[in-house]
């Protein structure tokens, strides 16, 4: 499991918590995999409006956005080898996509939401991750699945609306 962050502005704690939390959503979500890659970017509210605009025709901010290099089912099983030409030559992963999160859009949610920064940005991390996995929300048994699964993770690490 490799998992690249961008921002060397968060702490080493935080960055070594994003990998917990994706560790453990791996393990939860039964993809279940060792060898995957994931790259995790921040970017302003100008960068993440124009991806969402251009990726998904939506001209405004939005908090995060996930764009998955290959097509997974939700709790599906998978062979690393039925997918050659999306392993890494360099380290032999999986590369499985990009999650672009918005520092400031996050900073609001958490405001509006009563929450901390931090459990804002784990679970905008855990989020995106799951759609790289090929969750999603926008049918409503889809959305209650994706959520249990959200809460499980994050409750593990007793992140919860008052915690972390």
Do not use: W
Not at 61 to 69: A, G, W
Not at 85 to 93: F, L
């Amino acid at each position: 499991m490799k998992i690249e962050i961008n921002d060397v502005a968060l702490s080493k704690n935080m960055q070594k918590l994003f990998k917990h939390i994706i560790k453990t959503a791996n393990k939860y979500s039964k993809f279940n995999q060792k060898k995957f890659e994931v790259s995790i970017n921040f970017v302003s509210r100008d960068e993440i409006r124009e991806l969402n605009k251009k990726m998904r025709n939506i001209d405004k901010e939005t908090d995060v956005l996930s764009f998955p290099n290959i097509n997974l089912k939700p709790m599906a099983k998978i062979k690393i080898k039925d997918f050659k030409d999306d392993i890494n030559p360099e380290t032999h992963n999986l590369m499985l996509g990009d999650v672009v999160i918005c520092e400031d859009v996050a900073k609001e949610n958490a405001e509006n939401f009563g929450h901390s920064y931090e459990r804002e940005l784990c679970y905008l991390v855990l989020h995106g991750f799951l759609h790289l996995l090929g969750f999603d929300h926008m049918e409503e048994e889809d959305k209650k699945i994706m959520r249990a699964l959200e809460e499980a993770v994050l409750k593990k690490y007793k992140i919860t609306l008052e915690g972390k």
